[in-house]
């Protein structure tokens, strides 16, 4: 059984770092493209960035791009995102995310809980 | 940029009523990258359909997707009570991967 949880978020000031992890079980995780999905309180949801199965390809929203970075550890199951130069626009929950297949492009089928992250002075 | 627009933005139905959700694409899309999302108050969103049109592992069939090109349609026959919830449809076939804004289907 696919399972994602998420971890690190937190109350943040502006400008400050933070970093998320996701870890994963239950299903190969070297094989799959993992993303990042974020949602603000009360809004929508908001695609962040993709990895893929090796960590060499990364995407990332122009909204986030230079300041966000996400990376994986294949050999621990885990992913990461790193959330640099925080904003108040950043506030979301945060999460990770598995597609159905081992696509890159592929449907959204597997999605932990999500971690919230606040920024604010 | 793929914008996904979805009408209406709240929609007030009954249990026992089928919900009809649009999305339109701000260009022509492939089916296979259009999916569709469930998310209820504090959950994490579960998909419904991809593919347009494909039902996801253990979703009910009184949910259907259709559509092509720009037009896309998320059908809810027989509004169950747990079906109320907020859903998105999402273009996944390039980057930015970008969803709707939502539709809101409440009692």
């Known amino acids: 059984q696919v399972h994602l949880v998420e971890s690190g978020g937190g109350v943040v000031q502006p400008g400050t770092s933070l970093t998320l992890s996701c870890a994963a079980s239950?299903?190969?995780?070297?094989?799959?493209?993992l993303h990042w999905v974020r949602q603000a309180p009360g809004r929508g949801l908001e695609w962040v960035t993709a990895?893929?199965?090796?960590?060499?390809?990364?995407h990332y929203v122009d909204s986030v791009r230079g300041r966000f970075t996400t990376s994986r550890d294949n050999s621990k199951n885990t992913l990461e995102l790193q959330l640099n130069s925080l904003r108040p626009e950043d506030t979301a929950v945060y999460y990770c995310?598995?597609?159905?297949?081992?696509?890159?492009?592929?449907?959204?089928?597997?999605w932990g809980q999500g971690t919230a992250v606040t920024v604010s002075s | 940029e793929i914008v996904l627009t979805q009408s209406p933005g709240t929609l007030s139905l009954s249990p026992g009523e089928r919900a009809t959700l649009s999305c339109r694409a701000s260009?022509?899309?492939?089916?296979?990258?259009l999916a569709w999302y469930q998310q209820k108050h504090g959950q994490a969103p579960r998909l419904l359909i991809y593919?347009?049109?494909t039902r996801a592992t253990g979703i009910p069939d009184r949910f259907s997707g259709t559509g092509s090109g720009t037009n896309f349609t998320l059908t809810i026959n027989r509004l169950e009570p747990e079906d109320f919830a907020v859903y998105y449809c999402?273009?996944?076939?390039?980057?930015?991967?970008?969803f709707g804004q939502g539709t809101k289907v409440e009692n």
């Open positions: 999402q273009h996944f076939g390039t980057s930015p991967w970008t």
């Open positions: 593919g347009a049109s």
């Open positions: 990895i893929s199965h090796d960590g060499t390809k990364q």
């Open positions: 239950g299903f190969t995780f070297s094989t799959h493209a």
């Open positions: 995310v598995r597609g159905v297949d081992t696509a890159w492009f592929s449907a959204f089928g597997f």
């Open positions: 260009q022509s899309v492939y089916t296979t990258y």
